[in-house]
């Protein structure tokens, strides 16, 4: 008595921690390294930004918003995109939407038809597969390449593009990866998106969480190619649970105007995103704050720390992180002759450690032979899980 649609649903950093839970009831202490919530850890959410949504419902902001969104917060956003990224997108172009994961569904929703295809980077975050397939499509990853630090292999994707592709998506920096896609990659996506006539999906949930490398927007990139970014204040404003985003429409030659429709009515059908949410949101554009900045700062010394303790470990490879929080190593499964695959070990991992990794088949085919860790918790508690991590190896 369950459909095909949501019997296929597959979510492996949620699906591990249903394991981690027997662990944990059997006494053993469990490092959650599986969710990327900053909030679950040392983090809180910006006691301003907690002010501004208890003063919107003191002050009668209870009600359903716009279903494209508050007005005043979309007007912020147009600014920042000016400002921030060099974009031309007016208030109109922007939709606020329940946190990315709505922006996801509404545009696999209105772009794809049974048997579709949508092109995803492999290794992927999972809620592409798992979307794309509960619209009947298709999904295709092309490759983000381990031996090039993770950057798109441009042939790769060229040759799966068939008369069927629907779209591209761009996710960087990249989730399970960690990595940000070179500039000149983001270029050549867009050159091929514009041979093909395919607009290009950008999800930059994690555009200000980054390392060494500044981000640049693929759509500052593009004179012609219509690209619909998603973003959101999750990550990066520690909002997780908050349930926030917006989506914006980056389109020089009006190629979307049907697709912003055919959004609009979904928004509409929807009702609207959390009202005093998108309050509080605004005051995150007219205050002046170092909440990222921090956040960033913090996050660079748990990256350097991780990265450093799983070089020193045998049997483990990384490619280091320049975004997000996240570290993606290859375990040499074969070195160690006792696992068949990822999930296993990190089944095992967890039950003898207690460190709860994702194993890297639930990103995709690609993310097969590795784990994913956050680099969230503190270092404290980052010395715990490498000396566990390095033990268990040896
Ligand atoms: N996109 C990526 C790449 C993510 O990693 C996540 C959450 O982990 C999301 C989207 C979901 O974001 P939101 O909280 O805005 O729904």
Not at 64 to 81: N, Q
Request: net charge negative; glycine share 6%.
């Amino acid at each position: 008595m369950i459909s095909r649609r949501v019997n296929d649903i597959e979510y492996a950093i949620r699906d591990i921690a249903v394991i981690a839970d027997q662990v944990e009831r059997k006494g053993k202490k469990v490092y959650k390294l599986n969710i990327g919530d900053p909030l679950k850890y040392d983090f809180i959410t910006p006691p301003f930004i907690s002010d501004a949504l208890a003063k919107a419902s003191h002050n009668g902001k209870n009600f359903y918003a716009d279903s494209l969104g508050v007005i005043e917060l979309r007007e912020e956003i147009s600014k920042f995109l000016k400002n921030k990224k060099n974009l031309n997108v007016n208030s109109e172009d922007v939709l606020i939407t329940t946190g990315v994961t709505e922006g996801i569904y509404f545009l696999l929703a209105a772009l794809i038809e049974r048997g579709d295809e949508f092109l995803i980077p492999g290794p992927t975050y999972p809620l592409y597969i798992n979307n794309t397939k509960f619209y009947d499509g298709i999904p295709i990853e092309y490759e983000l390449d381990e031996k090039e630090g993770w950057d798109p292999n441009i042939e790769d994707m060229r040759k799966k593009i068939t008369k069927k592709t629907k779209g591209i998506l761009i996710c960087s920096p990249n989730n399970p990866t960690g990595v940000l896609y070179s500039q000149n990659k983001v270029k050549q996506i867009i050159d091929l998106a514009g041979e093909y006539n395919l607009p290009i999906l950008s999800d930059e949930i994690y555009d200000q969480i980054t390392y060494e490398k500044e981000y640049v927007c693929p759509a500052s990139l593009s004179k012609d190619v219509p690209i619909i970014g998603m973003n959101g204040f999750s990550k990066s404003d520690l909002m997780t649970g908050w349930r926030l985003g917006y989506l914006y429409y980056h389109d020089p030659e009006h190629k979307l105007t049907e697709l912003k429709e055919g959004m609009a009515k979904m928004a509409r059908a929807r009702l609207s995103a959390s009202t005093i949410a998108q309050y509080a949101a605004i005051e995150i554009f007219r205050t002046k704050s170092d909440h990222t900045k921090e956040l960033v700062r913090k996050l660079k010394e748990r990256r350097d720390y991780s990265y450093d303790r799983i070089c020193k470990i045998e049997g483990i490879s990384c490619v280091n992180a320049n975004g997000a929080f996240y570290l993606f190593p290859k375990v040499e499964l074969n070195e160690f002759n006792r696992w068949d695959n990822d999930k296993d070990f990190a089944i095992d991992l967890l039950k003898e450690t207690g460190v709860c990794s994702v194993y890297g088949s639930g990103f995709g085919e690609f993310g097969k032979g590795h784990i994913r860790l956050t680099f969230l918790p503190d270092i404290n508690i980052l010395t715990e899980v490498y000396d566990q991590i390095e033990n268990f190896l040896k």
